[in-house]
């Protein structure tokens, strides 16, 4: 596949599925495959680690373009799992003309009297678009479903439905990638905990989090029975450990760019010009507001 990242990852990897991993007794999914807790990365490691990744990001993005290739990749999750961070590592080096975040608001009563899924599809990829969004369509087989936004038989049918629909979005040309972020139970309350005690992360607290946090086994139900119905051959589920959220993000862009067949492109040889002279330009007289520089 021609890619260049540099850490064994030049063949796709076995897709490991989730009716592959145990689940242990409070809920939380295990990878069959884990040696166990590792230490985590410090911050110079991670960012050492990424900076390569993010090339090839960009390399991808490059291909995407060129090629007219259509990108969709779904994040779902826990809450606390590390949804945005992972979304900020892939999209803060490209173009976001080419990725495009998407995180819809609820929806208007307007949409509610639509199809379910309705919604979501103007939003999916053009050609030489990569579309990421931050949750998706699956809210109806969660948070909708646990909290009681919608009702059981309401999610049922979608759960029924939703791999057609995926089949159809796939067959059309769309590279579809559903990644679930599973975070540990005790890892959870104490990023919770954090967002209670620290003022820079009061906002991410809502009444919602709260309210999701006492029905840990209701939401692990929701996923299983989630996976069971939409881990498809054409759409499977891959399941990434954020309990190190560092190591998550590495690990969910190593594998995307596994994902996607691109072949970095040939870089063409730039030459900065020669600047004009100044010619007749005069600076300006007026006085001007230049900020305080404190550092």
């Not at 049918?157 to 939703?162: A, D, M, S, Y």
């Not at 995926?166 to 975070?183: M, N, P």
């Not at 119905?229 to 589920?237: E, L, M, V, Y």
């Not at 399941?239 to 067949?261: C, W």
Request: aromatic content about 10%; charged content about 30%.
């Amino acid at each position: 596949m021609g890619k260049k990242h540099g850490h064994g990852h030049g063949k796709k990897h076995d897709r490991p599925r989730p009716d592959g991993g145990r689940t242990s007794r409070d809920g939380e999914l295990l990878d069959p495959d884990s040696t166990g807790p590792v230490e985590r990365l410090r911050f110079t490691q991670y960012r050492r680690l990424l900076e390569p990744l993010q090339a090839e990001l960009v390399a991808m993005q490059e291909w995407v373009k060129t090629s007219g290739a259509k990108v969709c990749i779904l994040f779902e999750g826990r809450d606390t799992a590390g949804k945005g961070g992972v979304i900020k590592a892939i999209t803060e080096r490209v173009s976001p003309r080419v990725f495009r975040v998407m995180a819809l608001p609820a929806p208007t009563d307007r949409e509610k009297s639509q199809m379910y899924i309705q919604r979501y599809i103007p939003h999916l990829p053009a050609s030489g678009e990569v579309v990421v969004f931050d949750r998706s369509w699956y809210n109806r087989a969660g948070v909708e479903r646990v909290m009681g936004f919608c009702a059981e038989d309401q999610a049922v049918q979608f759960l029924e439905t939703v791999p057609e629909v995926e089949r159809a979005i796939v067959e059309s040309g769309v590279i579809l990638l559903k990644y679930w972020l599973e975070v540990s139970e005790e890892e959870q309350t104490r990023r919770l905990q954090s967002r209670i005690d620290d003022p820079r992360k009061v906002w991410k607290l809502s009444d919602l989090d709260l309210a999701s946090y006492s029905r840990w086994y209701d939401y692990s139900r929701a996923r299983d029975d989630m996976f069971r119905h939409t881990d498809t051959g054409w759409a499977p589920w891959f399941l990434v450990n954020t309990d190190d959220k560092k190591r998550g993000r590495l690990n969910v862009i190593s594998h995307l760019l596994d994902q996607v067949p691109y072949e970095p492109l040939e870089r063409r040889k730039v030459r900065l010009p020669d600047r004009q002279p100044a010619g007749d330009y005069v600076p300006p007289r007026q006085p001007l507001h230049w900020i305080p520089t404190p550092f």
